[in-house]
């Protein structure tokens, strides 16, 4: 059972660990302008407040470790902000006292089975995403297809954040013109189910800022549910390739999907690596 003492040591822990984080981060990191003279490195509490959609006084209060609650969505929220990593994700949810956070739990689905089929898949691309296409899995071959995945920040380990802001990954995508408005019309029908959660709202707000197609193409409220299934690559070290795709959800009523991709002619076939252990 946990003490008074031990609460009051862990909610000061949690103030700690939240300001270390936020001066860590500058407002180039996140989008914003520089306004005059900083007196302190990072961002401002109330930037940090503003950026998680929660309000000043209460991200205040939870930073001087007062007794307060914080709600899983919340604690998702700040983790995005602060950009914070895997490890860093989860130590902010134990501070809390806070149930596993919810990205944890969709790379726990990524079952020893499924690990399996990604990996005998190969040399054939293939990633699992959930609704918020957020990249939690992927194979040598996605990897050889579109980069040095393990490179990217794992904050920014999303399909969407990368086919918009990423320019190594458009190069590749020959149709990523006709393709990426449809990617949009899709996010959107997903996030229906998701409207008021901040981990969503605070990806769109971001996407508005940093991609003026985004933010273009946003406020049409286009929607579309149907998946492409043919798509053009165009590889640095061998050229052209085709593929064709096959979503397989993880379930009856699971949002998270393994995408394949597999040669749609002989010539893209015979281009694909061989994988070694």
């Known amino acids: 059972m946990t003490t008074a003492v031990e609460s009051d040591l862990r909610r000061q822990e949690l103030a700690r660990f939240l300001r270390s984080r936020r001066e860590r981060i500058t407002p180039e990191q996140v989008g914003l302008p520089l306004q005059g003279r900083r007196r302190t490195p990072g961002l401002r509490r109330e930037e940090v407040a503003q950026l998680a959609g929660v309000g000043v006084t209460w991200y205040t209060w939870l930073e001087q470790g007062r007794d307060i609650n914080a709600s899983e969505q919340v604690l998702q929220a700040i983790a995005r902000t602060l950009r914070l990593d895997p490890h860093e994700h989860t130590h902010l949810f134990r501070l809390a006292g806070a149930p596993e956070p919810e990205g944890e739990k969709d790379c726990q689905v990524i079952t020893p089975a499924m690990e399996l089929m990604l990996k005998k898949l190969e040399p054939y691309p293939v990633?699992?995403?959930?609704?918020?296409?957020?990249?939690?899995?992927?194979?040598?071959?996605?990897?050889?297809?579109?980069?040095?995945?393990?490179?990217?920040?794992?904050?920014?380990?999303?399909?969407?954040?990368?086919?918009?802001?990423?320019?190594?990954?458009?190069?590749?995508?020959?149709?990523?013109?006709?393709?990426?408005?449809?990617?949009?019309?899709?996010?959107?029908?997903?996030?229906?189910?998701?409207?008021?959660?901040?981990?969503?709202?605070?990806?769109?707000?971001?996407?508005?800022?940093?991609?003026?197609?985004?933010?273009?193409?946003?406020?049409?409220?286009?929607?579309?549910?149907?998946?492409?299934?043919?798509?053009?690559?165009?590889?640095?070290?061998?050229?052209?390739?085709?593929?064709?795709?096959?979503?397989?959800?993880?379930?009856?009523?699971?949002?998270?999907?393994?995408?394949?991709?597999?040669?749609?002619?002989?010539?893209?076939?015979?281009?694909?690596?061989?994988?070694?252990?």
Request: hydrophobic share 40%; charged share 25%; net charge neutral.
């Open 127 to 277: 990633a699992v995403r959930n609704a918020r296409c957020d990249l939690l899995a992927y194979n040598r071959g996605y990897t050889w297809l579109m980069g040095e995945v393990d490179q990217i920040p794992f904050e920014d380990r999303n399909t969407l954040v990368q086919c918009l802001l990423n320019p190594r990954w458009r190069e590749r995508m020959l149709d990523w013109d006709t393709n990426i408005p449809r990617v949009i019309a899709s996010f959107r029908a997903a996030m229906a189910e998701h409207v008021a959660e901040p981990a969503w709202k605070s990806l769109v707000k971001r996407l508005k800022a940093e991609s003026p197609l985004f933010a273009e193409l946003w406020p049409h409220h286009d929607v579309n549910s149907e998946p492409i299934r043919t798509k053009r690559y165009l590889h640095p070290d061998v050229g052209l390739l085709r593929f064709n795709f096959t979503y397989l959800y993880y379930g009856r009523r699971s949002e998270i999907t393994m995408s394949t991709y597999t040669p749609a002619d002989e010539e893209t076939a015979a281009k694909l690596p061989l994988m070694f252990d």
